[in-house]
């Protein structure tokens, strides 16, 4: 199954009770609001799903994993309402990730910044590269991870997101993203599909029953998120409205 036109790519392919997604944009796969959309409503539609037990989350391409949000679309927001729907679709992502009945498995095969790291963030369990640097910029932007903060704090811990976020304009190696959590395991790019396979096929052979009842127990205390991503859409939603961000966007895009 393929969706494909200027807001993106989304596809989903089948390897026996595995299904594979990946997205992408031209943009450095960032995402524009219809492709949060079309993925949230995906991983919806998987989770229901009962011939798949394991799902692969990955992007096209071999550089970028994921930008975040897109810089176009957030020129666009003209008030209060607008941002807060933008930012929601990265509130009903996570929300979809870590409610599915799947273990979800994230093959990064490269840098990440913003929300790209809040998605790394609601995978189950994640394979990287060491060319998978991690950045939290959105404070330079005027704005702050204020939805995926909730997903990087769970993975990392709140110490680390804040050196993240504060330290905003360095990014964190591989390495360090991996002593933090936020990646279970690295290795060399030209092995990166064949771990996330093997890794994969493994998991799909366990009863799916055993792994829809762990997936419960690793997601156990987050079920306030279903108003507080949305509430954090709210503040990021007015924040990206300031003087400070739209000019801070205008520099960035060029």
């Given at each position: 199954?393929?969706?494909?036109?200027?807001?993106?790519?989304?596809?989903?392919?089948?390897?026996?009770?595995?299904?594979?997604?990946?997205?992408?944009?031209?943009?450095?796969?960032?995402?524009?609001?219809?492709l949060?959309?079309?993925?949230?409503?995906?991983?919806?539609?998987?989770?229901r799903?009962?011939?798949?037990?394991?799902?692969?989350?990955?992007?096209?391409?071999?550089?970028?994993?994921c930008?975040?949000?897109?810089?176009?679309?957030?020129?666009?927001?003209?008030n209060?309402?607008?941002?807060?729907?933008?930012?929601?679709?990265?509130?009903?992502?996570?929300?979809?990730?870590?409610?599915?009945?799947?273990?979800?498995?994230?093959?990064?095969?490269?840098?990440?910044?913003?929300?790209?790291?809040?998605?790394?963030?609601?995978?189950?369990?994640?394979?990287?590269?060491?060319?998978?640097d991690?950045k939290?910029?959105?404070?330079?932007?005027?704005?702050?991870?204020?939805?995926i903060?909730?997903?990087?704090?769970?993975?990392?811990g709140?110490?680390?997101?804040?050196?993240?976020?504060?330290?905003?304009?360095?990014?964190?190696?591989?390495?360090?993203?991996?002593?933090?959590?936020?990646?279970?395991?690295?290795?060399?790019?030209?092995?990166?599909?064949?771990?996330?396979e093997?890794?994969?096929?493994?998991?799909?052979?366990?009863?799916?029953?055993?792994?829809?009842?762990m997936?419960?127990?690793?997601?156990e205390?987050?079920?306030?998120?279903?108003?507080?991503?949305?509430?954090?859409?709210?503040?990021?939603?007015?924040?990206?409205?300031?003087?400070?961000?739209?000019?801070?966007?205008?520099q960035?895009?060029?």
């Amino acid at each position: 199954m393929s969706l494909e036109n200027t807001n993106g790519s989304l596809e989903t392919s089948f390897q026996n009770t595995i299904a594979i997604v990946q997205f992408g944009h031209p943009a450095s796969n960032s995402f524009p609001s219809e492709l949060l959309n079309r993925l949230t409503t995906e991983i919806n539609d998987l989770s229901r799903n009962e011939a798949v037990s394991v799902i692969i989350l990955k992007s096209e391409g071999s550089k970028a994993f994921c930008s975040g949000a897109s810089f176009d679309e957030l020129l666009k927001v003209e008030n209060e309402e607008q941002g807060l729907e933008f930012f929601s679709g990265f509130a009903h992502l996570l929300n979809a990730m870590r409610n599915c009945n799947k273990i979800i498995i994230g093959r990064v095969q490269g840098k990440a910044v913003g929300g790209g790291v809040g998605i790394i963030s609601a995978c189950d369990y994640v394979f990287a590269t060491p060319q998978s640097d991690v950045k939290l910029s959105e404070l330079a932007i005027g704005i702050g991870p204020f939805v995926i903060e909730p997903a990087v704090s769970r993975k990392i811990g709140k110490t680390a997101m804040t050196e993240m976020t504060l330290a905003g304009h360095e990014w964190k190696s591989a390495e360090w993203a991996l002593q933090k959590g936020l990646f279970s395991a690295l290795c060399k790019a030209e092995k990166l599909d064949a771990e996330v396979e093997s890794f994969a096929g493994r998991l799909s052979s366990y009863n799916p029953e055993a792994l829809y009842e762990m997936k419960k127990i690793i997601w156990e205390g987050t079920e306030t998120w279903e108003s507080l991503l949305f509430e954090r859409a709210a503040i990021t939603g007015k924040l990206v409205l300031s003087d400070f961000t739209k000019s801070a966007l205008l520099q960035f895009k060029k």
